[in-house]
């Protein structure tokens, strides 16, 4: 398979008229990686067949000065279209007066610790339940990250007023007056320029990033314990390239407790129209080497202003299209994958079947001494 992504029709300055093909300049068609996207893994993490597989788990949950708060159970979710980690947990009532913080004071943190993997989360709920010879705490909440969201932030009107790249308006977006909040990004998208006046936007921190990676073709999600909000693409690479890159997990049936797969039929579309509206771009995007005669509905969006832009929003459209396989697997944290994020490509053997995939979610379920990892798969069968 050659190494193609998207062929784009653009219109630059005056609209030319419509069916004149420009290749662009620097376009993917003829580069084995975009320059964006990360380097490929090294080496796959792979999870070898054994007759038994044996893992120690761990799990505490913590306050932030190390305090242990005894969990008899913790469930905690991530997905690629939410920016933060949920959570769950049900503790002895004793620990109610650790947990309740002054009415001024800043909302409890605390720390779960999954098999050596540390997850800052913030408590948001606390219900109690009790009966004879029984008291305990449910405990509920979201990632660090949820400091950015409501209802612990405000919405902001925001706008631009000079030509600003998408990244500079983010970094403008997590300022208060004009002074840093303290959370930085992990930007793993292209850069585009967004020329003054194309930024409109109200709403909290976390929606105004989540707004641009949307515009960009990717999606938000916060570090698990560093304030850092990451940017990353929705396809990294498309599904058509997955069979010469290089996956990060490979994942064998036998390391898996249970799966489940839904089949699933959607619009084969090869070619998607991103507009920016008045004064905007009109780009055509589609599939190299296909006829472009399956058109995906129009996408508008005021910050399709660079074909830099329209080329990341038109492989997001293009890329989730046809038939896919959606798979859960259930799984132990393996010493080689750990918890397995959203983002990661998985190559998955079972009946002698191979099958390529992004993960598209994760829970836990730590419920000691066992500890299980449900995780979502997303795969285009060739």
């Given at each position: 398979?050659?190494?193609?992504?998207?062929?784009?029709?653009?219109?630059?300055?005056?609209?030319p008229p419509?069916?004149?093909?420009?290749?662009?300049?620097g376009?993917?068609?003829?580069?084995p990686?975009?320059?964006w996207?990360?380097?490929?893994?090294?080496?796959?993490r792979?999870?070898p067949?054994?007759?038994?597989?044996?893992?120690?788990?761990?799990?505490?949950?913590?306050?932030?000065?190390g305090?242990?708060?005894?969990?008899?159970?913790l469930?905690?979710?991530?997905?690629?279209?939410?920016?933060?980690?949920?959570?769950?947990?049900?503790v002895?009532?004793?620990?109610?007066?650790?947990?309740?913080?002054?009415?001024?004071?800043?909302a409890?943190?605390?720390?779960?610790?999954?098999?050596?993997?540390?997850?800052?989360?913030?408590?948001?709920?606390?219900?109690?339940?009790?009966?004879?010879?029984?008291?305990?705490?449910?405990?509920?909440?979201?990632?660090r990250?949820?400091?950015?969201?409501?209802?612990s932030?405000?919405?902001?009107?925001?706008?631009?007023?000079?030509?600003?790249?998408a990244?500079?308006?983010?970094?403008?977006?997590?300022?208060?007056?004009g002074?840093?909040?303290?959370?930085t990004?992990?930007?793993?998208?292209?850069?585009?320029?967004?020329?003054?006046?194309?930024?409109?936007?109200?709403g909290?921190?976390?929606?105004?990033?989540?707004?641009?990676?949307?515009?960009?073709?990717?999606?938000?999600?916060g570090?698990?314990?560093?304030?850092?909000?990451?940017?990353?693409?929705?396809?990294?690479?498309p599904?058509?390239?997955?069979?010469?890159?290089?996956?990060?997990?490979?994942?064998?049936?036998d390391?898996?407790?249970?799966?489940?797969?839904?089949?699933?039929?959607?619009?084969?579309y090869?070619?998607?129209?991103i507009?920016?509206?008045?004064?905007?771009r009109r780009?055509?995007?589609?599939r190299?080497?296909?006829?472009?005669?399956?058109?995906?509905p129009?996408?508008?969006?005021?910050?399709?202003?660079?074909?830099v832009?329209?080329?990341q929003?038109?492989?997001?459209?293009?890329?989730?299209?046809?038939?896919?396989a959606?798979?859960?697997?259930?799984?132990p944290?393996?010493p080689?994958?750990?918890?397995?994020?959203?983002?990661?490509?998985?190559?998955?053997?079972?009946?002698?079947?191979?099958r390529?995939?992004?993960?598209?979610a994760?829970?836990?379920?730590?419920?000691?001494?066992?500890?299980?990892?449900?995780?979502r798969?997303?795969?285009?069968?060739?």
């Amino acid at each position: 398979m050659p190494a193609v992504l998207l062929r784009t029709r653009v219109s630059c300055g005056a609209t030319p008229p419509l069916g004149t093909d420009v290749e662009l300049p620097g376009c993917c068609d003829w580069r084995p990686r975009p320059p964006w996207v990360p380097e490929p893994p090294t080496a796959t993490r792979i999870v070898p067949i054994r007759r038994l597989y044996l893992v120690r788990n761990t799990v505490t949950l913590t306050l932030l000065d190390g305090t242990e708060i005894p969990a008899e159970s913790l469930r905690l979710a991530l997905e690629a279209d939410a920016w933060a980690w949920s959570w769950s947990a049900r503790v002895p009532g004793a620990a109610l007066a650790r947990l309740q913080a002054e009415p001024e004071a800043p909302a409890v943190e605390l720390i779960a610790t999954v098999n050596a993997h540390p997850i800052r989360l913030r408590l948001d709920s606390i219900a109690r339940a009790r009966s004879f010879g029984s008291n305990w705490l449910d405990l509920g909440g979201r990632g660090r990250a949820a400091v950015l969201g409501a209802p612990s932030a405000a919405p902001r009107a925001r706008t631009n007023t000079e030509s600003r790249s998408a990244r500079q308006l983010l970094d403008a977006a997590l300022t208060d007056n004009g002074v840093p909040i303290g959370w930085t990004l992990d930007w793993q998208l292209e850069d585009w320029t967004v020329p003054a006046g194309a930024w409109s936007h109200t709403g909290t921190f976390i929606e105004a990033a989540a707004r641009i990676a949307e515009a960009g073709g990717g999606y938000v999600q916060g570090h698990d314990t560093e304030p850092v909000l990451r940017l990353l693409p929705w396809y990294p690479r498309p599904p058509w390239a997955w069979a010469e890159t290089t996956p990060d997990i490979e994942l064998p049936e036998d390391a898996c407790h249970t799966e489940r797969i839904e089949w699933i039929a959607r619009p084969d579309y090869d070619a998607v129209w991103i507009s920016g509206g008045e004064g905007g771009r009109r780009d055509r995007v589609r599939r190299a080497g296909r006829a472009g005669d399956a058109q995906a509905p129009t996408c508008v969006d005021a910050l399709a202003t660079d074909v830099v832009m329209t080329r990341q929003r038109g492989l997001r459209l293009l890329a989730d299209t046809g038939r896919q396989a959606h798979i859960t697997l259930r799984t132990p944290v393996h010493p080689e994958t750990g918890i397995i994020h959203p983002g990661q490509l998985i190559r998955y053997t079972e009946g002698g079947t191979t099958r390529l995939g992004l993960s598209r979610a994760v829970e836990l379920d730590c419920r000691l001494p066992e500890v299980w990892q449900s995780i979502r798969i997303e795969s285009h069968p060739t």
